[in-house]
Nanobody
């Protein structure tokens, strides 16, 4: 079973940036995966943040368009989420999703 390990979360001030990483144990099949980032804020449902297809095509939630960028490195079997211009409402646990597994999550807190 593929394992996912997220990293890069932390505390950042409004307007700041963070880069999340999701390293997978997948083999070369990783390049065929659609990968995604989700987030869950306290008291709210988990929501899709961004998705990247094997072709490199990306899609974003309206709330993060223009601020977040999802990317992938197939050689490193890793997907990234670059988050800029962070807002308080971006505070959540961020999860990485592969076709068959979730990561454990990484906390992102945006606060002054």
């Amino acid at each position: 079973q593929v394992q996912l390990v997220e990293s890069g979360g932390g505390l950042v001030q409004p307007g700041g940036s963070l880069r999340l990483s999701c390293a997978t144990s997948a083999g070369t099949i990783f390049s065929t995966y659609t990968m995604a980032w989700y987030r869950q804020a306290p008291g709210k449902e988990r929501e899709l943040v961004a998705r990247i297809f094997s072709s490199g095509r990306t899609m974003y939630a309206d709330s993060v368009k223009g601020r977040f960028t999802i990317s992938r490195d197939n050689a490193k079997k890793t997907v990234y989420l670059q988050m800029n211009s962070l807002k308080g409402e971006d505070t959540a646990v961020y999860y990485c999703l592969s076709p068959a597994a979730w990561g454990q999550g990484t906390q992102v807190t945006v606060s002054s």
